[in-house]
């Protein structure tokens, strides 16, 4: 039986997956969730990304807001049953690793408070760009020019 702290793991991992389809930074949860899943193995990588481009595609293709927000939890619970089994095939310090990478990768790509959330989607840059997720982070920006 899991802890409460692994069921919310897998829960955020999940809520991450969802919440990055269709954003820019899809493609980089996509690698490193396709990584955690795979634990090494270039066979359970390959079909750990499988599995997140069908997800990607079927809320890709949703149409109306019910639709949406329906395959989205569908979608949610299904990548947290994945990751639960995944928790529970783990050694306690592999297990550990999984749950801080699972955290992080929500808390980059999750959309709740305080992460980046897709907030970089949209824009135009002309020059030097820097992005910038996660919580308590600092920026100074600085325009014109330098003595």
Known sequence: MLSEIMTAGAAAGGTAVVQAVGTDFWVLLRSRGARLIGRG???RENDA???LDRTATVLSAAV???ERERLRAD???SWQGELTSLLELLGERERA???LELHALEREFGGGPGTSGGAGSGNTFNGPVAFQT???SRQENHFGVTE
């Open 41 to 43: 193995d270039p066979a």
């Open 49 to 51: 990304l499988h599995r």
């Open 64 to 66: 109306g807001q019910e």
């Open 75 to 77: 979608h949610q619970r």
């Open 97 to 99: 690793d999984a749950l």
């Open 134 to 136: 996660g919580n308590h």
